[in-house]
């Protein structure tokens, strides 16, 4: 077994200074950085921003046109507003710095989870610090900083949580994985393998697995109500936080996300430019399924899709293929930047993926596979919700890679482990 520096020698003082390590990057970026807080997803940002707008209206009306939009965000952007007024951009800004900052806290703390190790916490918090694309979001008027501060904050509780049943592990599970849910519904993909890991940590007592599981139900249930009974009121559907899973799979099981991902047109051709701003070009459909009532909307979307995949078995299948190769290749999505970006981040982000995947090997050779099930579950779940929808670089980014620092963090710490041990031989 190695021997590391007990963690608790650890202080405050070092978790402070990864924070601060972390929060200074970020301010440098923010500031040289050439793009506006809108210029990074102008759609997204200006739709949230608009959506922040319509809240200091009083309207709670978050359909915008594709679907309902999650409700945490544009009010995180809107309680800027009241509070900052003119400055809330600049404060806006800078809370998702914070947000960013204390997301590293909480991956340094998942380190001391797993590992127990000294190293392997300071080079997680390392790491974090100045992997790219987990952090450039703090600068962007987009949910991305937020739901990646509540996904860890989630994840923290659920591993405390399956080695011990206390309250506080609890709840900070539940309220956690909520208000990442409030923010964007893609988590609750990860519900059924949550269940499958608290029922397996408390085999031997299946009341403590039902009653944990209830509980944090019962949670979600209690914090999504409020927002799911507006949306019944206003557009007679109770939606619990976003509706739009159907149209995700829909844009990527159609003649337009086969155009996306397959037979990608050249950047800057008319048919590029479809993909991004005129999806009938591609969907004969799309519009008219855009000017149907919200509540019948999605099932059109999908529905859609389904008779695409059935007309279209062989296409389907190049599409699944082509998601796959995206998910597990490094760096930008294929096809959609230019030759020389796409060698920059793929030279960036291998080392981080190799790492990774060697980090996983070392940790279950060394403690077995039941520690890091965890992982192997959520990376199952991000790989089937990124294939079988739409896939997205910036989808992995903040859903998964940021948790493949803490591994490598771990491969890292074994690396150095191995190498004083060549010197002193």
């Given at each position: ?19 601060m ?44 046109g ?25 404060a ?34 390392l790491?974090?610090?100045i ?10 008027f ?20 399956l ?19 409030l ?32 509980s ?13 009974l507006?949306n019944?009121?206003?557009?007679h ?18 003649r ?19 993909l ?28 859609s899709?389904?008779?695409?995949i ?9 599409v ?19 030759f ?17 995947y ?25 790989c ?6 739409l ?18 963090s ?16």
């Open positions: 077994m190695r021997k590391y520096l007990p963690v608790k020698h650890f202080s405050g003082s070092y978790y402070f200074m990864i924070f390590l972390i929060v200074v990057i970020r301010t440098l970026f923010t500031l040289f950085y050439p793009l506006n807080s809108y210029q990074f997803f102008a759609a997204d940002s200006n739709e949230y921003v608009g959506l922040a707008n319509n809240i200091l209206s009083f309207n709670f009306n978050f359909d915008i594709r679907f309902i939009r999650s409700p945490l965000y544009p009010f995180f952007i809107a309680l800027h507003k009241i509070i900052f007024q003119s400055y809330w951009q600049n806006l800004i800078a809370s998702q710095i914070l947000l960013s900052g204390f997301t590293g806290i909480y991956l340094c703390l998942i380190s001391k989870e797993l590992f127990k190790n000294v190293p392997s916490i300071v080079i997680t918090g790491l974090y610090s992997y790219l694309p987990v952090f450039y979001y703090v600068y962007s987009t949910s991305e900083t937020v739901y990646m501060f509540f996904n860890v904050v989630s994840i923290y509780y659920l591993l405390r949580l080695k011990e049943n206390r309250a506080k592990h609890l709840i900070g599970y539940g309220v956690s994985f909520s208000l990442a849910y923010t964007r519904a893609e988590i609750l993909l990860f519900v059924p393998f949550v269940v499958s890991l608290i029922f397996y940590a408390y085999r031997k007592n299946f009341y403590d697995a039902f009653k944990i599981s209830c944090v139900f019962i949670i979600w249930f209690l914090m999504t109500l409020p927002w799911a507006v019944e009121k206003i557009h559907s109770y939606i619990t936080s976003s509706n739009g899973g159907k149209y995700v799979f829909y844009l990527s099981n159609s337009l996300g086969y155009a996306d991902i397959v037979e990608t047109p050249a950047i800057g051709s008319p048919g590029y430019d479809a991004l701003n005129n999806y009938n070009f591609y969907n004969s459909d799309y519009d008219s399924i855009i000017n149907l009532a919200s509540n019948i909307k999605q099932d059109a979307f999908f529905l899709a389904i008779r695409w059935g007309n279209n078995p062989d296409k389907f299948i190049k699944k293929i082509c998601n796959l190769l995206n998910f597990f290749l490094p760096g930008l999505t294929l096809n959609h930047h230019s020389k970006d796409r060698l920059i981040m793929f030279i960036f982000t291998l080392p981080f993926h190799a790492l990774f060697l980090g996983l090997f070392q940790a279950i050779r060394s403690a077995g596979i039941i520690p890091h099930l965890w992982i192997l579950f959520y990376f199952a779940c991000m089937g919700f990124l294939t079988l929808f896939y997205s670089a910036r989808f992995r980014a903040y859903g998964l890679e940021v948790y493949f620092l803490i591994y490598s771990y491969a890292i710490t074994n690396i150095i482990q191995h190498s004083k041990k060549l010197v002193a031989a």
